[in-house]
């Protein structure tokens, strides 16, 4: 039995299969609509996050960016691989509500991360990031919290396909080297990495315990 968790991995993505590419599809774009909505009309001006010994110990690593990139893969993950309806609307709705407590956040309280010295024409793919982000976003971070968001809510649909523990243990592996390119970039410092874990654990805690009680 345990030989065919591949096949029922595929056998998930089946069902609701349209409604899970639209989705994914609308949610992502009306997302950095808004977002780009917030960062461009700030309530106040935005705080300077400070660094602490983690940010010295992690430093820039250039080739850190698809490593970033790659949360847009892995957070389809988790409504690629449902199969319940009903599980899928409430991932959708806690997924929302995170964001726009994030959103909120980012409005009311801008933050940026420190300057760094640094020409950013030596690494193109910086330069795209650089040129469409803003200040205003940085804590928390919310890359690291769909991130984490995610993980856990993987977790939970690895468990119920019955997947070998390497399986559950992989995708956290990739939760936390995306947590790492966030710092690895200069987009956060590790304060921003520590909230964004902080909201990510709080708002998965609480959309699967709704799932659980009313199971």
């Keep these: 039995?345990?030989?065919?968790?591949?096949?029922?991995?595929?056998?998930?993505?089946?069902?609701?299969?349209?409604?899970?590419?639209?989705?994914?599809?609308?949610?992502?774009?009306?997302?950095?609509?808004?977002?780009?909505?917030?960062?461009?009309?700030?309530?106040?001006?935005?705080?300077?996050?400070?660094?602490?010994?983690?940010?010295?110990?992690?430093?820039?690593?250039?080739?850190?960016?698809?490593?970033y990139a790659s949360l847009w893969v892995y957070v389809s993950l988790p409504p690629a691989l449902m199969g319940n309806l009903r599980e899928l609307i409430l991932y959708g709705l806690w997924v929302a509500l995170m964001c726009l407590f994030?959103?909120?956040l980012f409005w009311l309280f801008?933050?940026?991360?420190?300057?760094?010295?640094?020409?950013?024409?030596?690494?193109?793919?910086?330069v795209m990031i650089k040129g469409v982000d803003a200040a205003g976003n940085a804590c928390p971070s919310l890359h690291v919290a769909s991130a984490v968001f995610s993980a856990c809510w993987l977790g939970r649909i690895l468990?119920?396909?019955?997947?070998?523990?390497?399986?559950?243990?992989?995708?956290?592996?990739?939760?936390?080297?995306?947590?790492?390119?966030?710092?690895?970039?200069l987009q956060h410092v590790a304060l921003d990495v520590l909230c964004?874990?902080?909201?990510?654990?709080?708002?998965?805690?609480l959309s699967l315990r709704q799932i659980k009680n009313t199971a």
């Design 1 to 67: 039995m345990k030989s065919q968790w591949p096949q029922r991995i595929k056998d998930r993505l089946v069902p609701y299969w349209p409604l899970k590419a639209f989705g994914t599809t609308l949610f992502m774009a009306l997302f950095f609509w808004a977002y780009f909505q917030v960062i461009h009309h700030q309530y106040g001006l935005p705080m300077v996050m400070p660094r602490i010994w983690l940010d010295d110990w992690i430093g820039f690593t250039p080739y850190s960016f698809p490593v």
């Design 196 to 205: 964004g874990v902080a909201v990510g654990l709080g708002f998965a805690v």
């Design 110 to 126: 801008p933050t940026l991360t420190p300057t760094v010295d640094m020409d950013w024409r030596n690494y193109p793919a910086m």
């Design 159 to 185: 468990g119920q396909l019955h997947t070998p523990k390497t399986v559950t243990w992989l995708s956290w592996a990739i939760c936390l080297a995306i947590a790492w390119s966030t710092m690895a970039t």
């Design 102 to 104: 994030c959103l909120a």
